[in-house]
């Protein structure tokens, strides 16, 4: 019982966290999960917007227009995709790239239906971050996936090709091999998952997630929906496209302003020292290197992109240096670059997991600081200072107990409606309910520490780091 009462005070603990930090949400806590949703996807006030906002949401619409186009979509589908993400202007960020089967992504895209089918919406389109590592934790990460308890391989990798190795890891062949760690593991459930998953090769394994997940969607989500992921992939031809034009903010300013960038990173360093630390770090700037299979970081350095351990200079900080890496895949954006041009710039309001509320706000607020140090673009600081919630938490929301793909089995013959019974069961549960433990919040240091920095008055909501939250 004691163990029961500290998990449910840890719990109470990050929920008057978030409430500290998002006044907004507190009312949401006692209200059925789906007006939580709901509020997600509202879209956010019309205001007027400066040119910079305007040509990236452009850009930004052009890349998922050639991504709908490139996985198939119908072309009446992907302009509903487009026109609907212009006018509702929401983007859920958080879930890596899983199978959708995945309980992390599964719950999320519910929550994410919830919200978007209380607007009387058809389309859905989710990034998912493909830079992570095939293996996160012992037999856990998109190359690992649990069926009937047992972790299965997905692509029946060896543990020499799956440690330091990332979703973006190439070249092939990658194969749903769905390797049991018990050699006589059976059953229907992974007869099934053979059944549905793609027997071709691919070149790399979030390739072969992604079309996994395209004839996965239908079957455990109905076909009301168009669905669409995009990934750091797609990120990078955008990157190539904003650094293509000659006149855009990201050729203009972050690679050929003077300083701008430098202020940039010497403001998550400076993060990084303050008391909002150990929420925003410079992992690598801007760009994650790919050579022989293994992301390493860069550093800016005299205008190069430099591979610290060894001294490298991999890049010039140049469009036409970046533009050719980007393209052959050995650069790939790094999660503040690919916030500014999917979140920051279109203002497009970002859904996230357990981090993203924090690191989130802060990217902003230090992007902000290097235009004012700078100098520079007063109307898009403006519009950041006064954009409706940029972002909230919306990855993790539900947590379930439930398995995914046993939910599908005991449910394949029940009907076509899979969408509406799914909305039925999970939208009237209170929101505190739905969240669960909260376990990916309560076992982690770092929001223990921030419940005592807020409690001691170490950080405040006032602060001037959290006014672009």
Request: with cysteine; hydrophobic share 40%.
């Amino acid at each position: 019982m004691d163990e029961l009462t500290a998990d449910a005070d840890a719990k109470q603990a990050v929920l008057g966290s978030l409430a500290t930090l998002y006044p907004w949400m507190q009312p949401y806590y006692s209200r059925p999960v789906r007006d939580y949703a709901s509020r997600l996807f509202e879209s956010p006030l019309q205001k007027a917007e400066p040119e910079i906002r305007r040509r990236a949401l452009t850009k930004l619409l052009k890349t998922i227009r050639n991504a709908g186009k490139r996985n198939g979509l119908p072309v009446k589908a992907v302009s509903k995709i487009c026109s609907e993400l212009e006018e509702r202007r929401v983007l859920q960020t958080g879930p890596h790239l899983f199978l959708l089967l995945e309980p992390e992504a599964y719950y999320t895209h519910i929550l994410s239906l919830l919200g978007l089918s209380a607007h009387g919406c058809s389309t859905y389109v989710s990034y998912a971050v493909s830079t992570v590592s095939l293996v996160e934790k012992p037999r856990k990460g998109p190359g690992w996936f649990t069926v009937n308890g047992k972790p299965i391989n997905v692509f029946g990798l060896s543990r020499s090709r799956m440690i330091g190795y990332s979703l973006l890891t190439g070249p092939g062949p990658y194969r749903f091999e769905l390797v049991p760690t018990e050699p006589n593991a059976k059953g229907d459930a992974l007869a099934v998952l053979r059944g549905i998953l793609p027997k071709t090769p691919f070149e790399r394994p979030a390739h072969a997630i992604k079309a996994a997940n395209l004839m996965l969607w239908p079957k455990l989500f109905g076909r009301s929906f168009a669905f669409l992921q995009i990934d750091d992939e797609d990120i990078a031809d955008l990157v190539v496209d904003h650094l293509s034009d000659d006149d855009s903010w990201l050729r203009t300013r972050l690679l050929e302003h003077p300083t701008l960038a430098f202020d940039i990173v010497g403001g998550l360093d400076r993060l990084a020292a303050s008391p909002w630390s150990g929420w925003l770090t410079r992992g690598t700037d801007f760009f994650w290197f790919y050579e022989n299979g293994k992301r390493l970081p860069l550093r800016l350095i005299d205008g190069d992109l430099v591979h610290t351990s060894t001294g490298t200079k991999v890049a010039r900080f140049t469009a036409s240096d970046i533009i050719e890496r980007l393209a052959n895949r050995s650069l790939i954006p790094n999660l503040l670059l690919m916030f500014l041009v999917v979140s920051i710039l279109p203002g497009v309001r970002a859904l996230g997991g357990s981090y993203q509320p924090l690191y989130y706000p802060l990217m902003r607020y230090v992007v902000c600081q290097a235009l004012e140090t700078a100098g520079v673009d007063e109307d898009l600081r403006q519009a950041l200072a006064t954009d409706d919630m940029p972002g909230a938490w919306g990855h993790r929301v539900i947590e379930c107990d439930g398995d995914p793909l046993q939910q599908f089995l005991d449910g394949r013959n029940g009907g076509t409606d899979r969408l509406s019974s799914l909305i039925d069961r999970f939208g009237d549960i209170p929101f505190t309910e739905a969240c669960g433990s909260m376990s990916s919040f309560v076992t982690d240091p770092p929001w223990h520490d921030l419940h005592m920095r807020l409690r001691q008055r170490v950080v405040a909501p006032t602060d001037e780091e959290w006014a672009f939250s």
